[in-house]
């Protein structure tokens, strides 16, 4: 029932083929408004449409669905994030062909000597509300304050700004404090404060000191205070640092691995270390996201192959399944039970429609001989009648 925007054939050179892109509209949205979407459509014709498809997904969030952009509601994060939380972090594409545009040998370690193509996904709530793809060997941390700047221009509002080590560095910080907002990030453990800091977490942790907060099996954090995250090179910056250590015990061969690794989060926000841990590793939500794109929307599917502006239509056709994922999560809260709203796409088509469904020709549903879930499905297409999203009256045929 909802699947994405535009097709293969579009995408490659989508300006000359955007008619042909609006005309499919009606048969892949037949259920969920076609109609109102290829009105709003109609308005995207020229260039920039990887930008105002993002705007539109925006207007169609906070029209019907702004709860989206929402966090769960808790006493804690009322406090510290009133406006929410944007997260940001980077994904890699393997390319099996060397003659894509933006193909090139990168600097990711599970990628090493295959040719890559990089991108940069912005979340807020449960959604994700921008993205960038580049070139195999850019490090897309340089996109970090672009991306800060595009999401505000579209009208997001957010209190903190969390992302990975790759983003953290003195520079973007004070370019966060410059536009009033708050961080948790993770931050480089080379600088020479951090460094003494995984020193004295040795010393603390041979005595078995209480200032070591042991998190689970295995992790542990000391709260180092302010220390400075600023490079030799550069102005002092003291910021609250939380050094966390996390030891990870294999059992290879009948021999026994272990492996010790530590990894640092810097904040502006005076909060305990347990709090701040807490709060940092929420952002796997965006990790989730990005599963979720895999495999339910084949995300890292590129699909055009020509050198010539290959870049910018594969990011088009990485945002098309972005806008077809949020559709899906419109549907699932506006119209679904709270069972079935968690679900993603293929299990929800799954356990839902393919029980009930045999086929959709035109204004006529056909039913299985036994349907499984006739009241839920009975269920949606009385909300959408509800709602006028449906311009012609769904026959159901049995």
Not at 251 to 260: D, Y
Not at 281 to 303: D, M, P, S, T
Request: aromatic content about 12%; overall charge positive.
């Amino acid at each position: 029932m909802v699947m994405h925007i535009a097709g293969i054939h579009c995408m490659s050179h989508y300006q000359g083929h955007y008619q042909q892109i609006l005309r499919m509209v009606d048969s892949i949205f037949p259920l969920y408004g076609a109609g109102k979407l290829r009105l709003m459509l109609s308005t995207l014709s020229g260039s920039m449409l990887s930008w105002k498809l993002l705007l539109l997904q925006r207007y169609l969030v906070m029209r019907h669905c702004p709860e989206l952009q929402e966090e769960k509601p808790s006493p804690f994060l009322s406090k510290v994030a009133p406006d929410g939380i944007v997260d940001i972090d980077g994904i890699s594409f393997v390319s099996y062909s060397n003659q894509r545009e933006g193909s090139k040998v990168g600097h990711h370690s599970r990628r090493r000597g295959k040719p890559t193509l990089q991108g940069s996904g912005t979340f807020l709530g449960n959604i994700f509300i921008d993205f960038k793809l580049f070139f195999g060997n850019v490090n897309v941390s340089v996109h970090f304050q672009k991306a800060i700047k595009r999401i505000r221009s579209m009208g997001y509002k957010f209190s903190i700004v969390r992302a990975d080590t790759i983003y953290g560095n003195a520079k973007n910080l004070r370019f966060l404090e410059k536009l009033f907002l708050h961080y948790i990030m993770g931050i480089n453990i080379s600088l020479l404060a951090i460094q003494e800091g995984i020193k004295l977490f040795g010393k603390l942790a041979k005595v078995n000191s209480k200032k070591i907060v042991h998190i689970g099996k295995g992790s542990a954090i000391l709260y180092l205070g302010k220390i400075n995250v600023a490079k030799a090179s550069e102005k002092p910056m003291y910021r609250f640092v939380v050094l966390c250590r996390r030891i990870q015990r294999k059992r290879k061969k009948g021999k026994l691995k272990v492996k010790t690794y530590y990894y640092a989060i810097v904040t502006d926000l005076p909060l305990t270390a347990r709090q701040i841990f807490r709060l940092y590793h929420q952002r796997q939500k965006i990790e989730n996201g990005f599963k979720e794109l895999r495999y339910h929307y084949a995300f890292g599917k590129l699909v055009s192959q020509k050198k010539k502006n290959s870049l910018k239509a594969n990011e088009l056709w990485m945002i098309s399944k972005i806008f077809a994922m949020t559709m899906a999560k419109m549907f699932a809260y506006n119209l679904l039970p709270k069972r079935y709203k968690s679900l993603r796409l293929k299990t929800l088509i799954r356990r839902l429609f393919a029980n009930t469904i045999f086929s959709v020709q035109g204004e006529k549903v056909h039913l299985l001989t036994k349907p499984k879930r006739l009241w839920h499905f009975k269920r949606i297409i009385s909300k959408l009648g509800q709602n006028h999203f449906l311009i012609k009256p769904i026959k159901i045929m049995v």
